[in-house]
């Protein structure tokens, strides 16, 4: 009896021992270049290389061990002309399967951290990953730029992944907003909608190529995403405090709920990530089609001017 027991108390301490060592993500899913670099090593650890890609920099240098997604791998065009959809459930288990993930992976996502909008390829990554029931995730603050100025070192090295068996568990679709939802908003006044883009498309001075009609949703309040960011030198790197002052300035009321919109959902998307776990805003939602779908809608005011 009193073996069982000591063998009982050492079994219960070497899973405690184990949970002491277990990798853990910060809270507000940002992790620095430091951190990663400390726990690389670790067999938990997934790092996802997202920049965007189009000279090739990822066969040039990246982070040591990281696995490339390209943005293909996670959006996909719907329509025809709207191209900020989550891909489907099929596409999203294929990318997971393929880079080794499981259910206790712990995955760092990174953009090129040399601009203030860059981060928010990562936030979408994010975001994804959180619909579809996967939230072991974190962004690193700063980005690449931010893992060379530190002075660590880079590879172009091609990784090579063990397939795992990843699946979705869970699926998380009020996480979306719909353009019914963008048309009670505007007539109710319920739920405040928020555009992520610069001035110049909120004011309808410019437009993006996909977008119809140039100008912002009635109603809506500004908060360009790239305004969530403190530039350090050459490196970009989010900001709770930057993100707090921002939603001051935009008259935000953090009791209501939100639906972040942009072009195509990328920067919204990004915004949300910024707000959730900067400043604590909870009940967000991004608007999946963003003014390239509103504008295909028929009869939907479009608004010119900037948001006062």
């Known amino acids: 009896m009193v073996l069982r027991k000591v063998f009982s108390m050492l079994i ?45 920099i990822y066969k040039t240098e990246h982070i040591p061990g990281a696995i490339r997604w390209e943005e293909g791998d996670i959006r996909e ?9 989550i891909t489907s ?3 999203f288990t294929r990318v997971m399967k393929n880079s080794g993930i499981t259910k206790d992976s712990k995955v760092i996502f990174y953009s090129d951290g040399a601009a203030g909008g860059s981060y928010t390829i990562a936030g979408l990554a994010v975001y994804i990953a959180e619909y579809y029931g996967f939230k072991n995730t974190a962004i690193l603050n700063g980005g690449f730029a931010g893992w060379k100025a530190a002075g660590y070192p880079v590879d172009n090295k091609k990784v ?20 019914a939802d963008i048309d009670a908003a505007t007539e109710l006044g ?3 909608l928020i555009d992520t883009r610069p ?9 993006h190529p996909k977008v119809l009609r140039a100008g912002h949703i009635p109603g809506a309040k500004h908060i360009f995403v790239g305004n969530f960011t403190k530039k350090d030198g050459n490196v970009v790197y989010l900001d709770s405090e930057s993100a707090k002052v921002q939603f001051d300035k935009a008259g935000v009321d953090m009791t209501k ?26 009940g967000a939602t991004v608007y999946e089609g963003s003014m390239v779908e509103y504008t295909r809608t028929p009869k939907r005011k479009v608004v010119k001017g900037a948001i006062k």
């Not at 277990?22 to 990663?36: I, M, Q, R, T």
């Not at 795992?164 to 996480?175: G, L």
């Not at 915004?271 to 604590?280: N, R, T």
């Open 89 to 91: 459930p099929i596409q």
């Open 77 to 85: 065009v719907r329509f025809k002309e709207v191209p900020g959809y």
């Open 257 to 282: 709920p939100v639906i972040w919109y942009c072009n195509t959902s990328w920067y919204a998307s990004g915004a949300w990530f910024a707000g959730k776990y900067l400043a604590g805003l909870e």
């Open 199 to 207: 001035d110049a498309q909120v004011d309808g001075s410019k437009k």
């Open 160 to 179: 090579q992944v063990k397939r795992s068996n990843w699946k979705i568990t869970e699926m998380n679709p009020d996480m979306i907003a719909i353009t």
């Open 190 to 192: 319920t739920v405040q």
């Open 12 to 56: 219960a301490s070497s899973v405690l021992a184990i949970a002491a060592f277990a990798l853990d993500l910060p809270s507000n899913k940002l992790v620095s270049a430091k951190w990663l670099k400390e726990n690389m090593n670790d067999k938990s650890l997934v790092i996802i290389d997202i920049r965007q890609d189009k000279k090739g």
